[in-house]
């Protein structure tokens, strides 16, 4: 979310961090226009592969918004596991939180995941509960041997991140800094004894954290990380481990991963990748989502376990190698600064939020979705499409985008001419 409305606004922590009244007032024209030219909440039919066909007989399109980057939402396996999961537990959802009762299917899972990406993994039923639960445990200073820390956010991290900024800032203090601004960081790490960063792995709307770099000021001066890698799970790494788990050999006591179990993953839900025993019992016991609310259901366990088989085997390699083949070619067709990249994001500026609004209504009439990004996602003159790349796309599908994309662009330039 843009940082536009997350500056000191007011004279509490409320007011600094959030001005959701501000906010709407801002974007809702964008929404309603979005809504107007039919290219947002809308409602369809998955068939093969990418394509979907919109809802009441609506045309087939081709979907570039799911976040399946490897295609595993529509894998067979994952499907068959889900329902097989229900029909042997007899029940879908338990209606307790997790310190009084679980599924033990559940059990089994977390420690095949945790087995999978060599951490201690806990599952929550979303990335937005993970880090709901997660944040306020960082600024208790449980996390950081009883030292509340500074904590840090990346302009840049998710809103499922920044929305925690007020609770976070009644147990610690809060900054918010530049995105990858590691000059800064580094100097409220010199000033401070105890530091938090939390960021993407891989950002939302394109590009990654410098987690190499991040490494070197965790070494010199004990800085946390907490890392939401959410679209960064299973596109690279052993077993799909993902852009930030791969980049740790340990987490240790200074590494918290938050990760999807659906988009690459292809399941539902969410986790947390945790580095001791000492923070697992603290999260079984104190994190809100755990603590005061219910597990994940049995279709999305079952689906959890059918994706992990396949993590352990030849068929995700030759799936994360078709995706890296297939952003090679829509980086020769069109270049965009998160070209060579391997991360399946793609972003194209635009500029204009209504601009950008009219070049995805025109795509969707030529049988492609893609998102028209606007403020608050972006920051404001930032608007623009997003497609999201998946190893399942055909190569003819990506010719077909970009041809499309390039001549609404010719059109663009002539009609400013």
């Given at each position: 979310m843009s940082d536009t409305f997350q500056q000191s606004t007011g004279r509490n922590a409320q007011a600094r961090f959030r001005n959701t009244a501000a906010m709407i007032s801002a974007a809702a024209p964008n929404f309603e226009a979005a809504h107007y030219q039919g290219i947002m909440a809308l409602y369809a039919m998955p068939l093969a592969d990418r394509t979907v066909q919109l809802a009441h007989g609506g045309p087939k399109v081709v979907d570039f918004v799911r976040c399946s980057y490897l295609g595993l939402d529509n894998h067979p396996d994952i499907a068959a596991g889900a329902a097989r999961a229900v029909n042997e537990a007899g029940s879908l959802h338990w209606s307790c939180a997790r310190t009084r009762l679980n599924f033990g299917i559940l059990g089994e899972l977390e420690e095949n995941l945790s087995d999978l990406f060599h951490a201690r993994v806990v599952t929550f039923t979303t990335v937005l509960a993970a880090n709901m639960s997660a944040l306020p445990l960082l600024a208790s200073g449980h996390l950081t041997a009883g030292q509340k820390p500074l904590i840090v956010f990346d302009r840049l991290a998710h809103a499922t991140l920044a929305h925690h900024k007020a609770t976070v800032s009644g147990e610690t203090s809060v900054e918010t800094i530049r995105h990858n601004d590691l000059t800064t960081l580094e100097a409220l790490c010199r000033t401070h004894k105890t530091v938090a960063y939390?960021?993407?792995?891989?950002?939302?709307?394109?590009?990654?954290?410098?987690?190499?770099?991040?490494?070197v000021l965790q070494e010199k001066y004990g800085l946390f990380l907490y890392i939401d890698d959410a679209h960064g799970i299973s596109i690279v790494g052993e077993n799909g481990s993902g852009f930030a788990r791969?980049?740790?050999?340990?987490?240790?006591?200074?590494?918290?991963v938050a990760a999807s179990l659906g988009k690459g993953f292809g399941a539902s839900g969410g986790m947390l990748m945790l580095g001791t025993a000492a923070q697992e019992l603290l999260f079984r016991r104190f994190a809100i989502a755990h603590a005061f609310s219910a597990s994940l259901n049995t279709a999305a366990i079952g689906a959890a376990e059918a994706s992990a088989r396949i993590h352990r085997t030849e068929e995700l390699v030759k799936r994360q190698e078709t995706l890296r083949q297939n952003l090679a070619l829509l980086d020769q067709l069109i270049p965009t600064r998160d070209m060579a990249s391997d991360l399946p994001i793609r972003t194209i500026r635009l500029g204009d939020e209504l601009l950008s609004v009219a070049a995805a209504r025109q795509l969707l009439q030529l049988g492609f979705y893609t998102s028209a990004i606007f403020f608050p996602t972006i920051s404001r003159g930032e608007a623009g499409l997003r497609i999201c790349l998946?190893?399942?796309?055909?190569q003819s599908q990506i010719r077909d985008i970009c041809a499309a994309i390039d001549a609404i662009r010719a059109e663009i330039r002539q009609a400013e001419a």
């Open positions: 939390v960021c993407d792995g891989v950002y939302s709307m394109g590009g990654s954290a410098p987690l190499a770099e991040l490494r791969a980049t740790f050999k340990e987490l240790g006591e200074r590494t918290i998946t190893s399942s796309h055909t």
